[in-house]
T-cell receptor
């Protein structure tokens, strides 16, 4: 597709369950990012992929959070043993990258709204 | 701690006026700067990006960057009610990561 695609668009689950969120970046974009936006909060960086590698995972809030990317394309963000504070909109973005200056701007998907009961 | 600061607003302007949105950032080594527009309940949409000092114009939008003052702004000319949204300033501080640090956004309300 033309844009970043995320699924599901909404997810409601019980505390303690595991969830998987999926992101399909813009075709040809080598860089992929996950962010989180909680109610009344700014966007918070979680993890950055360049190809299938994650050079920066400094934003993952705990070891319950993990992400992978396969084939240089689709990425999955997994949250294990969900807690109520995990409720947020999880946004995926992708960009082209050029080593050095002039890195491409990031384009966001529509997000997954995650609600933990 | 690298930070991006914005006035949360709301910034209220009449239709047809110029809206001026401002952003400051903490790191002089910052490389690239972005403005996103976010409507309520929607995801951020890229409006402008700027890498070099000075002005960059695109239609009704002008981004201004002053690296010495660590200041970036967005001007919206001939503001329309459809411009009413939260405007997010984002900074790429460089280094090995390409992550963006976002401000908390300025809510713009254009009054018809």
């Amino acid at each position: 597709g033309a844009g970043v695609s995320q699924s599901p668009s909404n997810k409601v689950t019980e505390k303690g369950k595991d969830v998987e969120l999926r992101c399909d970046p813009i075709s040809g974009h080598t860089a992929l990012y996950w962010y989180r936006q909680s109610l009344g909060q700014g966007l918070e960086f979680l993890i950055y992929f360049q190809g299938n590698s994650a050079p920066d995972k400094s934003g993952l809030p705990s070891d319950r959070f993990s992400a992978e990317r396969t084939g240089g394309s689709v990425s999955t963000l997994t949250i294990q043993r969900t807690q109520q504070e995990d409720s947020a909109v999880y946004l995926c973005a992708s960009s082209t990258t050029v080593v050095g200056a002039g890195r491409g701007p990031q384009h966001f998907g529509d997000g997954t709204r995650l609600s933990i009961l | 701690q690298k930070e991006v600061e914005q006035n949360s607003g709301p910034l209220s302007v009449p239709e047809g006026a110029i809206a001026s949105l401002n952003c400051t950032y903490s790191d002089r080594g910052s490389q690239s700067f972005f403005w996103y527009r976010q409507y309520s309940g929607k995801s951020p949409e890229l409006i402008m990006f700027i890498y070099s000092n000075g002005d960059k114009e695109d239609g009704r939008f002008t981004a201004q960057l002053n690296k010495a003052s660590q200041y970036v702004s967005l001007l919206i000319r001939d503001s329309q009610p459809s411009d009413s949204a939260t405007y997010l300033c984002a900074v790429n501080f460089g280094g090995a990561t390409n992550k963006l640090i976002f401000g908390t956004g300025t809510l713009l309300a254009v009054q018809p």
